[in-house]
């Protein structure tokens, strides 16, 4: 009966897909109804009140060395960052717009606190959070429970997205393209050596290599691996655990080119003008461009990204990748139903055809300078758009997706408007 259940949904026919490594169908998935049919005015009017009247608060990563930020130190499941200067770059955006009463706060223990005394209506998640396990959903749920209205994912999505793993499960289950893939934990698991395990037969299939052995939960290239041959697998992943403490990811190696694109909300502001388009918004498709022998991207900790080494794509000579890019972004926002802004990371094998990296939930979002760029800002310039625009997008799109979806989330704000 559930079989036959599934099969009516065409679930099925979705999974058996799977093996089929080239197949999958962007033709009868649902598209996402267009949100609501408020009009772009009231929503500027809200926007621009908002900033005027609301008390804003820009979270950044806590240091857990600090005195009062965690109870126990503990270890970071995913390689910690504070995002400090990105949020201040958020903030200023925010305030040459209008926005009267923004501050920063570190994502702590105080955090629950410091909202409460500072009477914060609104707060913006730049954190990959303190410490511990799933860290980057801690502020999002720490939010939930304290009523207060964010932007970004919410706890469980953010948790989904960070595990490299759970983020491949869901995607390889609605049919969209990436490397196989299988987890490991030499702790939980037997040791570091995944050879004769079912798990990672199933996965590879006596595949030989090269591999990818990287965290579950990473950021910036740190601690991923290209393991030849599968002999070798062993060591990488005692090495890489050794360093996270964490689950370790395995990957048929893609060799081809690697690309970048960005997703996020309908809802997307140029010059100050609203648009509410009628699907998700995809920008800055780029290409990270790698030297001869560099088989990863080298991490922006080691190497700055400068426009020679991440580059926009160009509409008329990349045309075709560009909408494969699109199609992809599109496909992953809209069949996950995505609230917030992600960026991709893609690369091809050896054929060209593209497969899914990763989702990162909280994208670089520093503003650019004439020597640096951040991915997600790359293509603004071809969207006729500013950093403050992108900003003022965000903003806009989650001020009304709350007012769509979480009426009851919003009565804080309501009291601000009108
Ligand atoms: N399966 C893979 N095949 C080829 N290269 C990979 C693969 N997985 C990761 N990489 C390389 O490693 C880099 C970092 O991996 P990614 O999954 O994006 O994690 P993060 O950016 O969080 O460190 C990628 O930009 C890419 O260059
Ligand atoms: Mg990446």
Redesign the pocket.
């Known amino acids: 009966m559930a079989i036959a259940a599934a099969q009516a949904l065409g679930q099925i026919e979705t999974v058996e897909k799977l093996g089929n490594t080239g197949a999958f169908s962007f033709g009868n998935r649902a598209v996402t109804p267009s949100r609501r049919i408020g009009r772009l005015d009231q929503l500027e009017a809200q926007v621009e009140q908002l900033l005027d009247r609301a008390k804003i608060a820009i979270v950044y990563g806590g240091d857990k060395r600090e005195p009062g930020a965690v109870i126990r130190q503990a270890v970071n499941a995913r390689s910690w960052k504070s995002y400090r200067s990105v949020a201040e770059n958020i903030g200023d955006s925010l305030r040459r717009q209008g926005a009267r009463n923004v501050q920063l706060l570190p994502d702590d223990m105080r955090l629950g606190e410091r909202l409460s005394k500072d009477e914060i209506d609104f707060v913006w998640l730049n954190t990959g959070g303190v410490q511990g396990r799933s860290p980057m959903s801690h502020a999002a749920a720490t939010l939930e429970m304290l009523g207060v209205p964010y932007l970004g994912h919410d706890p469980l999505m953010t948790g989904i997205l960070d595990s490299k793993y759970v983020f491949k499960q869901n995607i390889a289950y609605l049919g969209l393209p990436t490397a196989a893939f299988a987890l490991w934990n030499p702790a939980a698991m037997g040791g570091p050596d995944p050879r004769g395990d079912r798990r990672f037969e199933r996965a590879f299939k006596g595949f030989g290599g090269p591999f990818i052995v990287k965290p579950v939960s990473g950021r910036a290239s740190l601690h991923v691996h290209v393991v030849d041959d599968v002999n070798d697998l062993a060591e990488v992943i005692d090495e890489v655990y050794a360093a996270t403490e964490n689950d370790v990811l395995i990957e048929t190696y893609l060799p081809g080119r690697e690309y970048c694109i960005a997703i996020g909300g309908p809802v997307v502001a140029r010059g100050n003008m609203l648009d509410r388009r009628s699907a998700p918004f995809a920008f800055s498709p780029a290409e990270r461009r790698l030297d001869a022998n560099e088989l990863i991207f080298t991490s922006m900790d080691k190497k700055p990204i400068t426009g020679d080494r991440v580059g926009p794509l160009d509409p008329a000579q990349d045309a075709a990748v560009i909408a494969d890019l699109k199609n992809i972004a599109h496909a992953v926002y809209e069949d996950m139903q995505l609230e917030s802004l992600i960026r991709l990371?893609i690369r091809a094998d050896a054929a060209g055809k593209l497969h899914i990296?990763?989702a990162?939930p909280k994208p670089d979002l520093a503003a650019p300078t004439p020597q640096l760029t951040s991915i997600v800002t790359t293509g603004l310039a071809a969207e006729g758009m500013t950093y403050d625009d992108l900003i003022r997008s965000m903003f806009a799109d989650r001020i009304d997706l709350l007012y769509c979806k979480r009426r009851g989330a919003v009565t804080a704000l309501d009291a601000l408007l009108g």
């Open positions: 990371d990296l990763e990162n």
